[in-house]
């Protein structure tokens, strides 16, 4: 075995790019809005839930027009980028949404496996290639103190009906070899991972073929509320629409009262050379679940179809929301999450790293989908997906179409529908309580002090920080 890497040689020839959209099966982009149109449904953003949108409104009434309309091109934002470890979760995670809608959670439980039930099912139909596994969701103690969490988690798990198991320290190592890992609770059933930009090509081409049109290099520069309907004008054409759905999650087009409620949070995740048999023999992980750590700046852990491990979670904030800061695309940004990786697989001290990336998410109060109503609401904007989302959107689509066309159904009564995640401060009080925050997340485990209160603080103002992001 070659001598041991340190985190400066291991991404010398990293891409600074999506591993995902790295793919020589991109499909070629949609030619730009280049004219005056008409439409009866506009959808601004082609990540997932645009296109989860999309589908839902053409399938339920399939001479419905449909347009969308995208910045770049397809699943650039959030959608080309996360881990993609599927969860039921419609609200970022059973404990987020105990801890949010507590008398509600019967039935955001239901919903939630429903989705992921139609979410395969809409996968199988279109048959959509993404590299789809079912090995389930994994979350790891990272040491002794981190079992009482997983313990606690596995009550809600149980309570809910999911199927789920405890690991001790010896079951734990043997589905996956860390040092770190002291025990596991392991969801089997409606969890696993996906390639997110192939699937996000698939839902496009299905899309396409269910007669939506797409224009990609289209951004909104502008909207005007015409009373009803909404005019919204991009660089080369403009779209008259009937109704108008923004699908920006963070890059929260359209208004800027979104970031009121909406702040664009970096995420940084790493992606390994393809392992070598014996490294995977050493490593285990055959069942190949999603994995979550639970560290209070946790990181997160799947494999890729090629057998490559990603590996994420150090956050970041830039000043005013800055959605691609040049500062967050070089390395030394990347070297403490490399660092982190070796120490959780101290035996992969040799492997380098082919891909790093970062990119926002939208950090709410409630860290899972809400609405925005504007003009009327003949204009709706659904987001705030902050990790869960590669499932989550399909969901946070369709209610937010229900609530666009004023359709009837239980979901658009719900507290989460009904309701606004709490107002974050502006700048520069954004910036400045980000960088504590930040701060202390990366610090908080290994030096405690003032940064136990702190985070309690923010937790406390409604951030709940320490929950997973991906």
Known sequence: ?????????????????????????????EQALTEDIQCDLLIVGAGFTGL??????????????????????????????????LSASVMHGLANAAHLFPDEMDELERLGKENMDGFKEAIERYNIDCDIEWGGELTVAVGE??????????????????????????????????????GGLWSKSRSGTVHPAKLAWGLKKAA????????????????????????????????????????????????????????????????????????????GWQNRQGIYDTRTQLNYMRLTADNRILFGGRLGYFFNNDTDPKADKTADNFYPLV???YNTF????DIKFSHAWSGPIALTTRMAVHYQHYYQGDMIYAGGYSGFGVTATRFGARVGLAILD????????????????????PEPFRWIGAKITMYALDTLDEKGGWRKPWIKMVEKMGFPVTQNEQ
């Not at 290099?217 to 015409?226: C, E, G, I, K, Q």
Request: cysteine-free.
């Open 1 to 29: 075995m070659s001598s041991p890497l340190n985190a400066k040689q291991a991404l010398l020839k990293a891409k600074f790019f999506p591993y995902w959209l790295d793919n020589k099966a991109a499909p070629e982009p």
């Open 52 to 85: 989860w949108a999309a589908i839902h409104a053409k399938e339920a009434n399939p001479e419905r027009d449909v347009v969308i309309i995208e910045a770049q091109s397809i699943a650039i934002g959030a959608s080309g980028r996360p881990a993609a470890i």
């Open 145 to 182: 103190e981190g079992l009482a969490d997983i313990a606690s988690e596995y009550k809600l798990y149980k309570k809910f009906g999911h199927d789920a198991y405890l690991l001790d320290k010896a079951a734990i190592n043997n589905e996956i070899n860390s040092p770190l890992f002291h």
């Open 208 to 283: 396409k073929e269910l007669g939506v049109r797409i224009f990609e290099n289209s951004p909104l520069v502008n909207s005007t509320h015409l009373k009803p309907g909404v005019l919204v004008i991009t660089p080369q054409g403009t779209v008259k629409a009937n109704k108008v759905l923004l699908a920006t999650n963070a890059f929260a087009a359209g208004s800027n009262k979104i970031t009121r409620r909406v702040s664009a949070i970096r995420d940084r995740i790493v992606v390994t050379e393809p392992l070598t048999a014996g490294q995977l023999n050493e490593l």
């Open 339 to 341: 660092e982190k990786f």
């Open 346 to 349: 101290p035996y992969l001290k």
């Open 406 to 425: 004023k359709t009837d159904i239980a979901e658009t009564k719900l507290t989460f529908a009904t309701s606004l995640p709490g107002y974050i401060p």
